[in-house]
């Protein structure tokens, strides 16, 4: 059960005039059955701390703990999951989505959502990714993975500052990642830290061409020859392997990216493994590229929170 102090403590971040703007806004709280926005936030905020796995368990949970409830706004009255169940169903998403952007507005003015590294980089810095969501078939017909599985993807591009949401995408599980890419449209002059499976060189030519730099893991078996090696700090960074600038050889990728790229093989300690790196910059020192893309990490631990 989560804990109600530190329940409230994660409310009290909450401005309530963001809150009270999107409901005036959308006039969401007529016809509400007596459950207000307000009050469905907090139920579905409680569900996710929680983890409760259905709306009987939110309304259990909170009547188990309905003592705490007065200072936050629920005076006497606990949500009924056939309540819940009504609104969820009918008030409009839009409300909890401008309460959204109204929180990013607002900590991102007061400087809250500044990064703590790469300061030095004066770009946005994205990270992409996609996780895999199991689904019933019995439910969701159209999202057939396996014979007897449904799954969707959730491809995620997070904002390095603060790593918040700018762009969530659902799409059916078999559907590759790069088919995804191929239309994700990027800004100009900005860095993306992705993982292999996004790895398409003619988009990787197209974005270099928009002056953006892209930081991935190298598949195996990508045939490539070496142009230069790069100096090595091993004092500094021991783990650090391999600096150097390569051209692509195989048919398909010599076609696709003909420019130059720089691979740097990293020693992973933790998995006892080598790690490829693949960048089209040439100017950033090894250990800040390794860092970038170790900072992939903020998405998995983003993944951990939001998935079931």
């Known amino acids: 059960m989560t804990n109600i102090s530190f329940f409230k403590q994660i409310l009290n971040i909450i401005p309530p005039n963001i809150i009270q703007k999107a409901v005036e806004s959308h006039s969401s709280d007529a016809y509400s059955k007596g459950i207000t926005t307000y009050v469905q936030m907090l139920s579905m905020i409680f569900c996710q701390l929680s983890k409760s796995n259905s709306l009987r368990e939110i309304e259990y949970g909170m009547q188990s703990t309905l003592g705490d409830w007065n200072h936050l706004g629920i005076k006497s009255i606990i949500p009924k999951r056939t309540n819940l169940a009504y609104n969820n169903q009918m008030r409009d998403h839009v409300v909890f989505r401008d309460i959204y952007y109204g929180l990013l507005k607002h900590y991102q003015l007061t400087g809250e959502l500044s990064r703590q590294k790469f300061k030095e980089i004066n770009k946005k810095i994205y990270i992409l990714d996609s996780s895999m969501i199991t689904l019933s078939l019995k439910l969701f017909d159209w999202a057939q993975y396996q014979a007897t599985k449904g799954a969707i993807k959730l491809h995620t591009m997070l904002d390095y500052d603060g790593c918040m949401p700018s762009y969530l995408f659902i799409r059916p599980g078999k559907q590759s990642d790069v088919s995804f890419a191929q239309n994700l449209i990027l800004p100009k002059n900005s860095v993306i830290m992705m993982d292999r499976g996004y790895q ?7 974005w270099n061409n928009q002056g953006i730099t892209f ?5 195996e078996k990508v045939l490539h020859e ?3 090696e790069l100096e090595l700090n091993q004092q500094d960074s021991p783990n650090i392997l391999v600096d150097e600038i390569i ?3 195989g048919e398909d990728g010599s076609k696709n990216y003909p420019g130059q790229l720089r691979r740097l093989v990293i020693y992973d300690e933790k998995n006892n493994d080598l790690v490829e790196i693949l960048t089209n910059n040439f100017s ?25």
């Open 200 to 206: 398409d060189f003619d988009l990787f030519n197209q």
């Open 215 to 219: 930081v991935t893991r190298l598949k």
């Open 226 to 228: 070496k142009v230069r």
């Open 247 to 249: 051209r692509l050889t």
């Open 284 to 308: 950033w020192t090894a250990e800040t590229i390794s860092e970038l893309y170790r900072a992939r990490w903020s998405i998995e631990v983003f993944f951990r929170y939001i998935k079931p």
